[in-house]
């Protein structure tokens, strides 16, 4: 559906692009995680999708039309789902979506079906009538999609949609994500969390500093480098491990990326010798973190 081709931006004044060259495409029916570290570019990427920000670099497409054209033409085919709250706090939750609805220029019988279903959509029907600057940052969050999905929009952009909500409001959204695109939507989810994407997404692009560093289906960027032997373990140190493959620390958990001929079960041997006692230790395929640190020698966290 969407066609990013060598797209780049760059701020006024800026000393680098914020964007370079970054090639992505965006399907029907599917999630396109991107995920970054804060100021890695995917804010800048969404404003141009969503028209605040012109196309300075390359080309974007929507079903082979121009992204310019499209939004001349029908303005409401994309939704964005900001991160900052974007309704008026002094009005009810019906009000702001009566309100944002005839913005779309929906009018009538389409405009209240409109609004009773994403009410029910994001499960706000017991708020309607509650003043928007009242609500938990779970609700204000879930306000955010129904607006978002007023104008049945083919395209939809989530800007990191759950920061500040508690845990039942982060599976909520992130389970209403995943059914627009399992309903036929396209979707494409900004994040610097790394689980949300695992959780949701079809396909991940990794950005970095503007850059495009990795894409495609999360279960084959998953399987890349599969050998890796995680473990939480108080006194390890690197030295330990380097023996056995490519060693990263992330906190208090360290990875080992198993050479060919290593074995696990020879980790945990010279673990043992050591007097180390690990508190925690798995097996298999890499996490998104790692692929990160395989790709910039540093993780997510150091990034942000």
């Known amino acids: 559906m969407l066609v990013l081709d060598r797209l780049g931006f760059r701020y006024p004044a800026a000393t680098r692009r914020s964007l370079a060259g970054v090639s992505l495409d965006a399907q029907r029916g599917r999630v396109l995680g991107l995920l970054g570290p804060n100021g890695a570019g995917k804010t800048t990427l969404i404003s141009i999708l969503a028209g605040l920000l012109p196309v300075q670099e390359g080309r974007v497409e929507v079903d082979g039309v121009p992204l310019a054209a499209l939004r001349a033409e029908a303005p409401t085919r994309i939704a964005v789902a900001p991160q900052d709250y974007a309704f008026y706090p002094m009005l009810t939750v019906a009000e702001n979506l009566a309100c944002f609805a005839a913005a779309a220029r929906l009018t009538g019988a389409r405009r209240a079906a409109r609004v009773d279903a994403c009410l029910a959509t994001a499960q706000l029907q017991a708020f309607a009538d509650v003043r928007a600057e009242r609500l938990s940052g779970g ?11 007023l ?7 989530f800007d990191e949609p759950t920061v500040g909500v508690d845990p039942q409001s982060r599976a909520f959204v992130l389970d209403a994500i995943r059914a627009l695109a399992d309903g036929g939507m396209a979707v494409i989810y900004a994040s610097h969390y790394m689980e949300e994407i695992e959780a949701i997404a079809d396909r991940v692009a990794i950005l970095d500093q503007g850059r495009l560093l990795r894409e495609g289906p999360l279960a084959e960027l998953l399987s890349e480098g599969g050998r890796v032997l995680r473990l939480r373990a108080p006194g390890l140190h690197a030295d330990t491990l380097a023996r056995f493959g490519r060693v990263a620390r992330s906190g208090e958990e ?6 060919d001929a290593a074995r696990p079960a020879e980790v945990l041997a010279a673990l043992d010798a050591a007097g180390v006692r690990p508190q925690h230790i798995d097996f298999g395929r890499q996490n998104l973190e790692q692929l990160f640190m395989a790709l910039t020698h540093r993780s997510l966290r150091d990034a942000e």
């Not at 609700?139 to 999905?149: E, Q, S, V």
């Not at 360290?254 to 050479?259: H, K, T």
């Open 139 to 149: 609700l204000k969050r879930r306000l955010n999609l129904a607006i978002a999905l």
């Open 151 to 157: 104008a049945e929009p083919q395209l939809v952009l």
């Open 254 to 259: 360290w990875s080992v990326q198993l050479d």
